[in-house]
């Protein structure tokens, strides 16, 4: 190893360490301008590099430069435009000179976008693409807003292995291939089947073949559109299968139908036809639903019915009518 190249394995390795928000103490931030001095020194110093070498430093060098600059703006530290500058001149990739131009623009959307990186690389995966996601959607244009959506749809750490296995066609494995490379890889989707047929996308990897049927899993992936909205519309359909298993059970329900129909009765006798409500009011007491409505609503029906049957004696009572009295006890006894 070459003293430029363990002088910057040094730097990033401290400077990857640095979570870029307000709260880096001012002895870290020293700690970076230490590391940051003595790799430009010794890099300065290494006159014999190929340019294939001399390459690679540089752009490990505009690696920890733009990790150092993102951790100096969080600190208020000047020095952060001026490394940002450096990175952008030693830099050959376009991308990343636009992105060093925006940060010095908008320095704090530079930080966050770092940030993101950081969370990401620590497993804090949905702060990560949730930092990204707000930055995309503050300026999409923008060089950092093309990074930030870049990122969300870039690879992604491991997180274990996906489960992979079918019996009889159930089970889980991988479908399809998009962004392959020629170096043999390329994106598969993680699916459920049901009879070798994919339902529902379970996330996506690149991947490499194996001997036979394997496969050597090498990093998470973004969804496909098309697989994003599959797993919505089958999540769609699962909510809106049990909403309507729930609402045909409530609507074909046995108790709250039998409470309706004595509700209705016990109404119909409060002002309406006494023969239609005693009809009504006996096939109610009569029936099979006595048992669902509970002890109330079959006491008010009992006491609607002797109250509309003693209806029909006649005052003053005399004993002409006593057959009709005695179908009144009659049927206050049969409730």
């Given at each position: 190893m070459t003293a430029t190249s363990s002088d910057l394995q040094?730097?990033?390795?401290?400077?990857?360490?640095?979570e870029p928000i307000a709260?880096?103490?001012t002895g870290r931030i020293a700690e970076v301008h230490v590391v940051i001095a003595r790799a430009t020194t010794a890099q300065t110093a290494m006159t014999m590099l190929t340019s294939a070498e001399r390459a690679e430093a540089d752009a490990a060098m505009v690696t920890v430069l733009g990790r150092a600059a993102a951790i100096a703006i969080a600190?208020?530290?000047p020095v952060a435009d001026d490394w940002l500058a450096r990175a952008e001149r030693t830099s050959r990739d376009d991308k990343l000179r636009e992105r060093f131009t925006a940060g010095r623009r908008t320095p704090d959307r530079y930080r966050a976008l770092v940030h993101g990186r950081y969370?990401?690389?620590?497993?804090r995966e949905r702060?990560?693409?949730a930092l990204w996601k707000d930055l995309a959607q503050e300026q999409p244009r923008d060089a950092i807003?093309?990074?930030?959506?870049?990122?969300?749809?870039?690879p992604r750490p491991l997180k274990g292995t996906p489960t992979l296995g079918r019996l009889n066609g159930f089970g889980a494995g991988f479908y399809g291939e998009r962004d392959a490379r020629p170096d043999g890889t390329y994106v598969t989707t993680h699916c459920i089947s049901a009879l070798f047929i994919p339902v529902l996308p379970l996330g996506a990897y690149r991947v490499a073949r194996a001997g036979g049927n394997g496969y050597h899993i090498l990093t998470r992936e973004a969804l496909s559109p098309f697989a994003k909205t599959a797993r919505i519309a089958m999540a769609a359909a699962v909510v809106l299968g049990i909403s309507g298993a729930a609402i045909a059970s409530y609507v074909r329900d046995p108790d709250r139908l039998a409470r309706g129909r004595f509700d209705d009765a016990l109404e119909l006798a409060q002002g309406g036809d006494p023969e239609a409500a005693l009809?009504?009011?006996?096939?109610?007491?009569?029936?099979?639903?006595?048992?669902r409505v509970g002890d109330d609503r079959a006491t008010q029906a009992g006491a609607a019915i002797v109250r509309l049957t003693a209806g029909y004696l006649p005052r003053p009572f005399t004993r002409a009518e006593l057959d009709q009295a005695t179908r009144v006890v009659s049927r206050y006894l049969a409730l």
């Open positions: 040094q730097a990033w390795e401290l400077v990857s360490a640095i709260e880096v103490a600190a208020d530290d969370l990401m690389a620590r497993g702060e990560a693409l807003g093309r990074a930030a959506i870049d990122e969300r749809n870039g009809h009504s009011l006996d096939t109610e007491l009569g029936g099979e639903d006595l048992g």
